[in-house]
């Protein structure tokens, strides 16, 4: 169906006032609400919001089975997981209008009529993020149609503030969690029981069938991670068929059952397997090195084509759903089940890149030959990693249409609720029910509603500022190069924050102040709190671009001159300033009661006081000049000025002090030998790292390595070299994110001071200090020296 515009939707009204169902009229209601009982918890939760729609549309209450002049009816339809969302409004006499459908459209049925015959807009979460347009009159025209959205199965998004997902029609089934070792091979039931099945159900790996009974610690709790079934015995497919078939004794209305592979590696490398994955013609690859995903695609497939094929004969509404993603993304060589449904899990973001859209067609072009339901696992994730809006409206609208000419049906897209990227989340749900939609219009509705018609235009313009940055902008720097993986990399302060160019946040700035004070007029309250919401979000945003000299810094990150690290070190008062700012905006924005369901900022507020400000990080890039007079002067200026975090100024004046410093490399009997002198190393090096683990406590240090390339290098383009720290507690797992200093191209001759600030979390207990040192010529020598971990926490 095709949802009608606001142009298209104010001629129906018009046209239709004679033949005019009545809900509301003049203040008072004149339908009641007649319902089967008993009905499912989410069509009484649905019933119950409308009720509360129309009270705050109209002032009027509705009542259910009260005497009214009119009637709405409620019937259920028993329906398939594939058509529970479709739902019929008819009206079979003039007092009397009948919902009929799947338990899924009775639930969105009724904010669709709010949306679509009196201008209700569920912009964001709760009743303060709705617009109800002011009226005393709510009438629905006498024409019958059907609701049914285009993605019918899943339609869902994760970190959810689930009530608003479920009015804008979210579909929580098929879902594609790794169940396998939960009822299709159970393994604490085998545990339990002792009852083993054949060795055969479990994988061969280097040459050893998994004995999973002894080896029951390395997978547990969860055993969800790191093994997977053998995918050609018939021990194992008759295992899987069984207990899928006592599941369903269990759960006969469950719908689908998931056949996820584990999470991460552990696929079967026995005879009949890798026999099923040698192929005449190499997959399509889309991630990955070889080395990091082997193809195990046919053998996984022919798993699920056999579980499927046995257990629709005697179930054959059930769905099957799977992933395609790590060592199965490959399409397979044959058919699939018709009932199947695989999710290609992907990032929307990667597409806006023409040659990754190229790949992305062709692979999706290999999977449609497979003949299964498609669907997409997306990672549209925002301000729970990213420090700017993350938004592409127009790319959702590209990256939907485009999904739907291939027939896809399911979408489930990872992120959080976020105030400060707009119509983002809105989009979304909208484009799975249509999406053919008419984007410019969804987006030119949300502004007008969200803010106000005279203000909109401004917000729309800022918007427009952010849906450009990622292509034109951060696509230029260093951030790009993630975009050959499953998902861009995600990090606070990425990258992607050098693509600011001087200016760009003064004329966000100066939109978002014209937009605040057009809303100011308007007679909505709702309207004027949340442009105020979107103001604050900028201001955020703002502060996180001012806090790491986003503006000032050039598109690789570095400092290319030294009038560039005076400059940044004449802006550290401000940039200090800007970070306190974000810090108490993050508090405010979390305390906010109205704001509860901003499920980003939570995440943003926890990763803030686990990493070092950005201030920290980028003023010990100034160390490369600390040579030049006058950054040195800039340096000396930083240390006595009073005002500044002691951090900062201990930083400072460990660049500008030569001679001692208390360097803790040489007080560890171990690694003092790294402190002193050169280390000459000689490439190419296992991975590119030139590494050492340290132990290391708690806080704030500073880094700093010098790397002196040989005047005789041969270099290429590509050479590259940087400094990475990453903290790692004591069972040697990440404790913290990498942090890296931009790449450098190096020069024969040169040598490179590299420093960097690192905040060691309390579970750290090893730095792990990495030289990178990429596409140099093999025997190439360069010397490391002056190494040193140097505390600067203040006291
Ligand atoms: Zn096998």
Known sequence: MKMKTGIALSMFLGASTLFAFDVVRDGKACASIAMPSPLPKNVTDAVAQFQNDVANLTGARLKEDGKAENRIELVLVPASLENDDTVHVGFPRKDTMRLSGGAQGLVRIFPVLLEKFAGVRYLYPTDKGTFYPPTKDFRIPEKEFTHKPFFNFTRA????????????????????????PFYILPVKEYIRTGNWPPPEVFPMMNGKRLDMKAETKKFSPSFQSDWQPCHTSRASIEEAVKNIFEELRREPDRGYISLSPNDNRGYCECPECAMR????????????????????????????????????????????????????????????????????????????????FEKQKKWIGEWARTGCNLGIWEYGFGDS?????????????KMFRFLADNNFRAFFGEGAESV??????????????????????????????????EAAPYLARYFDFWENYWPEQASGTSFSESRIAVYHTMTPFGPYMVGLRKGDLAKCRSLMEKMLSAAEKSRDPGQKLRAKWLMASFEYYEACAKACFAE?????????????????????????????????????????????????????????????????TELAKAASFASDPYVREELKTVVRNKTLPLTIRYIANTIVRSEKENNLLSEIPDFAFLAKGKHSVELPLKNGEWIHTVPMKPGTYLVRVRVSVPGDAVLSEQTWLNLRLQARDEFGKAAG??????????????????????KLGDKTRFLQLIVNLFHFRDGTKVDISDVAVIPVSSP
């Open 385 to 397: 990693y990213y420090t700017l809006p993350r938004v592409g409206f127009k790319n959702q609208g």
């Open 277 to 356: 994955n040698r192929r005449d013609r190499k997959a399509f690859r889309m991630f990955g090195p070889e080395y990091l995903y082997k193809d195990h695609s046919n053998s996984y497939f022919h798993w699920c084509n056999e579980i499927a094929k046995r257990v629709s004969e005697k179930y054959p509404d059930l769905y099957f759903s799977t992933l395609a993603y790590r060592e199965v993304h490959f399409a397979p060589d044959f058919k699939l089940h018709p009932k199947l449904i695989v999710y290609l899990c992907f990032d929307f973001g990667c597409s806006q890149y023409p040659d990754i």
């Open 157 to 180: 998004l994760s970190n959810q503030y689930n009530p608003w997902l479920d009015i804008l029609g979210a579909k929580w089934r098929p879902n594609c969690q790794h169940d396998i």
């Open 552 to 616: 000032i810094l050039s598109d690789s990150g570095a400092l290319e001159t030294p009038e560039q690290a005076v400059e940044l070190l004449r802006n550290l008062p401000s940039a200090i300033k800007a970070n306190r700012k974000r810090l108490a905006l993050l508090e405010k924005f979390t305390t906010d009661p109205d704001l509860k369901w901003w499920r980003g900022i939570y995440r943003a507020k926890e990763k803030a006081s686990m990493n070092s400000s950005p201030a920290e």
């Open 420 to 453: 400060g990227e707009g119509p983002k989340r809105y989009l979304y749900m909208k484009l799975m029910e249509n999406p053919y939609a008419d984007v410019d219009a969804l987006l030119k509705g949300w502004y007008t509603a969200c803010v106000g018609s």
């Open 737 to 758: 994110a990498i942090v890296d200093t931009p790449k450098i191209s190096p020069e024969a001759g040169h040598a490179y001071s590299i420093l960097n600030t690192v």
